[in-house]
Nanobody, 117 residues
Framework: QVQLVESGGGLVEAGGSLRLSCAAS????????MGWFRQGPGKDRVFVAR????????SYADSVKGRFTISRDNAKNTLYLQMNSLKPEDTAVYYC??????????WGQGTQVTVSS
């Protein structure tokens, strides 16, 4: 059974930092992109960042560029999101995802990040 399990969310003051982790299990994710998405209160789920299998290619939403860093450790089957200079508008449920085209996609259950002003 394929599982993506996020952790590391919580409550932090504006300007603070958090590091999210996503532990993947149940299959080999060779060649898969992995990434983070978030869904704020009353909003749609939106893209945050993604990283290629090798880690050599990354992409970020404009709203988090320069503040968030995505990385992965394939030996540990773990994806990370380092979030610095957090803002109240970063408050959301953060989801981990893995995909290989449109035919193979996996999602985690999400972890809550709350940034107080």
């Amino acid at each position: 059974q394929v599982q993506l399990v996020e952790s590391g969310g919580g409550l932090v003051e504006a300007g603070g930092s958090l590091r999210l982790s996503c532990a993947a299990s149940g299959r080999t994710f060779s060649g898969y992109f992995m990434g983070w998405f978030r869904q704020g209160p009353g909003k749609d789920r939106v893209f945050v960042a993604r990283i290629s299998w090798s880690g050599g290619s990354t992409s970020y939403a404009d709203s988090v560029k320069g503040r968030f860093t995505i990385s992965r450790d394939n030996a540990k089957n773990t994806l990370y999101l380092q979030m610095n200079s957090l803002k109240p508008e970063d408050t959301a449920v953060y989801y981990c995802a893995a995909w290989l085209g449109a035919s193979s996609q996996y999602w985690g259950q999400g972890t809550q990040v709350t940034v107080s002003s």
